[in-house]
């Protein structure tokens, strides 16, 4: 039995035929990330690396992104828009600094950073996704937990986030994972403006979720072909050399890739 993803469903939903590449195929990828990835993986473990290590210096903190950032960086990471990697680079000093002046001393509850966490979706634990929490926060003298998510791409308003299935299905595992939990918040905090949102899921639209994510498993599971669906994301698509519908595919580069830059 497959162990189900957020990013692993997404990519279904944006190419069946970049998900028969990725996860039935297993193909080797064209190449090992695009830069907004990196960037989102550098910022992603320094803030981890604050809250681990209770680092409340900032220029400490803004050296250790350098430190990942020079020692990682390599030439097989793509940038799609005609701009540099310091443009890239000096992004990820913004986020920090900006988050860490927003947030500091960091005293929020946080129980635990990159929690592993499995969703099950049915009482025979036959459908099971797996995700990793960014920050989990419980306020014991209520019983509230709050699940916080970075993102280092485009701001989604509210509609969009009252829909957003992610946060919901870990909060599933938590709500498994403890006693009495009184309620949860789903708290994304998009860095590149420096904006915090929140959302909330009663038990009824859990309920809903779950079956909605275990028909969508069904329907790939029950997939004989995978077509493909071109549009401007396969600029940042690392099955380029592979699709034949990429090779006739015009497309911009003004669009902003969503926020699922690696697999959570």
Known sequence: MAIYSHSRLSTFEQCALKYKYKYLDKLPPDFEESIEGFLGKKVHEVL?????????????????????????????????????????????????????????????????????????????????????????????????????????GSLKNQKELDKDRQLALYSIAIRESFENVNDIHLIWHFLDYNELRVSKRTIGQLDTLRRDIIELIKKIENSVYFQPNPGALCNWCEFQSYCPAFKKLTIKKDIEPDNGFFEK
């Open 48 to 152: 981890q690396w604050i809250y681990d290590n209770n680092k409340n210096d900032l220029d400490e903190v803004i050296k250790y992104f350098i430190e990942l950032w020079n020692k990682d960086f390599n030439e097989n990471i793509k940038i799609v828009k005609d701009l540099s990697v310091d443009y890239y680079f000096n992004k990820g000093i913004r986020f920090i600094a900006n988050y860490y002046t927003k947030n500091y001393p960091f005293k929020d509850n946080t129980i635990a950073t990159e929690k592993k966490v499995y969703v099950s979706l049915d009482n025979n634990s036959k459908y099971k996704l797996l995700g990793y929490i960014d920050r989990l926060v419980l306020h014991k003298e209520t019983n509230i937990f709050e699940i916080h998510d970075y993102k280092t």
